[in-house]
């Protein structure tokens, strides 16, 4: 056994495949049906026999109650279960995707003979955590007890660059695949791949493309034909059968276009009531290229974007990198290549796009060293390895411990596949049972260096393992972190602890104060954006304490993320010495149902018509392109269309909830662009109101700070960098007193409005007599009596609205 993973497994939206790595070279296994791709598609009969692959996909059509597919994109979400009729049974996405995986795992036996209880899984780089997660517990339902996890767009770089000559280049990954998309800034030197930046879209892909088809193509055909199927839409369960045969007749049509330009699609359709019609109508090339608009709009927008984000443009990219089965559309490539509405750079799809990403899963599997305790034979030694099985490096560093420890050891490693067989010489085993040596390893090939341990009398001595293996090749550096992770605040504010981009493993601890008693609960939001409620949240950090905690207790909070995207957390309470582990819930968030939906959709839709009539009155021209790209991707029209098919689809009530946010994310923008000069204006007029009110040197950081989101024309963050310089100034104040004399002030101006007028007359005359001694803590604490005393307590006075502040 090399001790190496070796497996790569494409647990896709559509299709999956599995390959494995052969020394330099990669091997897409075929299924039982010669396939190198298996539907990603379950069917469970009357008698909860359960089929995958091919024969549940052609199942889809007769029989969709009992048939599941494209369960990929609800991977990570609660209450998402499917019910096959027949049977009663009811399975999760995870579970679903399991029993792709083992039919994989079964086709890796069936070849090779050998039973694998660890693989490579590849997974979307714009998956969240939860999604991540997800995976990873499908990977051990299908007994994968090791399952590294490894974004799609690094697979298929890994795939092109193994063996790759190029010591310096720059690559843009364009993986558009069943239901998501990734667009990757890779860079390649010396022999090492880093993805510099990424942007992706869960729910972008091959299947909008099938359902525009059938939504503006197929289903008016089918009216016109047929009067009696007025009413067939998606998203009414009375029409779920008939809508499913036009899905997939929908999506064969698309992949016969991508050879000629005319197909004819034949559907029988069953109105309901007894009557069977068969629709026949002729699907153009041209039909699919305009409904497939504005979706590469979508995607080439992403791409520019990730470019843009690290001041990049296609003319620094050596070349693009197809992955995806629609990545075959000549229409896509063409447009991708134009130089002014797409790319302009050059395409480059020598592999196969549908098994691209296997390879390259192959690839990595590679590098990962299967979890072991190396256990000596009776009577012999182990050594226990550290070095990566593939490098950029011909000339490798291995370091080992060799157990028991004896005296006089020595080690010699030996590949004798070199003419002449290289030797490293004998290498001193130390005290403690360690030793490091260097390697040398010929480029193009598997490199298997024989073990030899030999004691203080030069005999050979029985040693596991008994052989290394190292490949010259490509290897991924520290995997970024794709979306930032934080939690969220009091005043929906979103403190973020490890950043987009960060690499992976990463760990940051942060001292939180709790704002109740009792159970702490503390959202950990996935996004970029400083208002939380514009992230998504993926879950809760929740724990008892099991004895109350007073307001404002610090609460030492650690998060860790390995190199799959995996979370861990920790909180120590200092207060009660005592630390609490694993304590986030990732399973907590449920998809909203339909009516929740229309409720949201209706507000921003109303939002969006509000900023287009300022739009017309102020004619910014920035806001004017904003609006443009939410009607170039046609946001509006995707949304409605997700939330009017949520009632019966969990697919489109999942991806309705995602859109929408993209869609509230754009027109926050637009409304950002148009309130910018006065929002600018509001903070400088702070910064000099700040200064008259408290001065002093740590002002300065303040101000530094919010010229900084000034000069990024950043919104959010100016918001945020003002909401600080607010609570600065407060601070201040009340350190001098000046804000509890205002309060007391404000307060007493109040007093008809007191409970206890008695009362409030002594806590009233008390506070004169604090004011007149500078008694600030006893003015303090008049005040929050006065305040107790209102039946709605009003917060202190914000110093930057009161026009006439007290001296």
Avoid at 60 to 74: Q, V
Avoid at 165 to 178: I, S
Wanted: proline share 5%; aromatic share 4%; with cysteine.
């Amino acid at each position: 056994m090399s001790g190496t993973v070796d497996v790569g497994i494409d647990l896709g939206t559509t299709n999956s495949a599995v390959a494995l790595l052969h020394g330099v070279d990669t091997e897409v296994l075929k299924n039982n049906d010669g396939d190198e791709t298996t539907p990603s598609a379950v069917w469970v009969d009357r008698r909860e026999r359960l089929y995958v692959g091919r024969a549940a996909r052609d199942r889809a059509e007769a029989d969709p109650d009992n048939t599941c597919m494209e369960f990929k994109l609800r991977m990570g979400t609660a209450g998402v279960a499917k019910r096959f009729a027949a049977s009663g049974r009811e399975m999760t996405p995870e579970e679903l995707s399991a029993q792709v995986l083992k039919s994989l795992r079964a086709d890796v036996r069936q070849r090779t003979g050998s039973e694998i209880g660890a693989a490579v899984v590849t997974v979307p780089a714009a998956f969240d955590i939860h999604s991540c997660d997800a995976t990873r517990r499908a990977a051990e339902l299908a007994g994968l007890s090791f399952s590294p996890l490894l974004q799609e767009p690094t697979a298929a770089a890994l795939a092109y660059g193994f063996q790759a000559a190029e010591e310096n280049a720059l690559w843009l990954v364009y993986d558009l695949g069943g239901g998501t998309f990734d667009a990757a800034v890779i860079q390649v030197r010396d022999g090492e791949f880093s993805v510099v930046n990424d942007r992706g879209d869960n729910f972008l892909g091959g299947k909008l493309i099938d359902w525009r088809i059938v939504e503006e193509l197929l289903i008016p055909a089918a009216v016109r034909q047929a009067p009696s199927l007025a009413g067939l839409r998606r998203g009414d369960p009375r029409w779920f059968a008939a809508v499913n045969k036009l899905k997939l007749a929908a999506e064969t049509a698309k992949i016969r276009l991508s050879r000629v330009d005319t197909t004819d699609i034949v559907v029988e359709l069953d109105d309901g009531s007894g009557g069977r019609f068969e629709i026949d109508c002729e699907l153009t090339r041209a039909d699919v290229e305009r409904i497939t608009e504005p979706l590469l709009v979508r995607s080439i927008n992403l791409c520019h974007k990730a470019l843009r984000e690290r001041s990049l443009s296609p003319a620094d990219i050596e070349k693009v990198i197809l992955v995806g089965g629609p990545t075959l559309s000549p229409y896509l490539r063409e447009r991708l290549a134009d130089p002014v509405h797409g790319l302009g750079v050059a395409l480059d799809h020598s592999q196969d796009p549908m098994t691209v990403v296997a390879r390259g899963a192959a690839i990595f599997a590679g590098t990962q060293r299967i979890p072991s305790s190396v256990e000596p034979a009776l009577g012999g030694f182990g050594v226990h390895f550290e070095y990566s099985p593939v490098g950029p490096d011909t000339e490798p560093l291995v370091a080992g411990k060799v157990s028991p420890v004896a005296e006089g050891l020595s080690v010699e490693l030996i590949n004798s596949d070199t003419r002449p067989p290289w030797r490293s010489g004998r290498i001193s085993v130390s005290d403690d049972g360690l030793f490091a040596v260097s390697l040398w390893a010929e480029p193009g090939r598997l490199n298997t260096f024989a073990v030899e341990l030999t004691d203080s009398t030069g005999t050979r001595r029985d040693v596991e393992p008994g052989h290394i293996t190292y490949t010259v090749g490509a290897v991924e550096t520290e995997p970024p972190l794709t979306h930032s992770i934080g939690v969220g605040l009091d005043g929906n504010q979103a403190m973020w602890l490890l950043e987009r981009g960060t690499g992976l493993p990463a760990r940051r601890t942060v001292t939180l104060r709790t704002t109740a008693e009792g159970v702490i609960r503390i959202p950990v939001l996935e996004g970029e954006y400083h208002r939380a409620d514009r992230n998504r949240r993926i879950g809760r950090l929740e724990f008892d304490t099991g004895r109350g905690l007073p307001s404002g207790s610090e609460v030492v909070f650690t998060i860790e993320i390995d190199e799959s995207r995996l979370i861990k957390a920790s909180a120590y309470v200092p207060m009660l010495d005592e630390e609490f582990q694993d304590t986030v819930n990732l399973r907590t968030e449920v998809t909203p149902g339909q009516p929740l939906l229309v409720r949201a959709f209706d507000a921003e839709r109303s939002r969006l018509a509000s900023v287009r009539e300022r739009q017309r009155v102020l004619g910014n021209p920035v806001a004017d392109v904003l609006i443009a790209r939410i009607d170039s991707e046609r946001m509006l029209h995707d949304v409605d269309a997700l939330v009017l098919a949520a009632g019966s689809d969990p697919d489109a009530a999942t991806a309705a909830e995602r859109r929408l946010l993209d869609l509230r994310v754009a027109i926050d923008d637009v409304e950002d662009e148009l309130e910018w000069p006065s929002l600018v204006n509001e903070a400088r007029g702070m910064i000099a109101e700040a200064r008259d009110l408290v001065g002093g040197g740590d002002l300065l950081l303040y101000e530094n700070a919010i010229n900084e989101a000034i000069d990024a024309r950043d919104a959010d963050l100016l918001r945020q960098r003002m909401e600080e310089l607010r609570l600065h100034v407060m601070r201040g104040l009340d350190r001098s007193g000046v804000l509890q004399l205002h309060f007391f002030h404000a307060l007493r101006e109040m007093r008809g409005e007191m409970r206890n007028l008695a009362h409030a007359d002594r806590l009233i005359a008390e506070g004169d007599r604090a004011v007149e001694t500078g008694e600030l803590n006893r003015l303090r604490g008049v005040n929050m009596q006065l305040r107790d005393l209102l039946p709605e307590p009003p917060l202190p006075p914000d110093p930057f609205s009161t026009v006439d502040r007290v001296r």
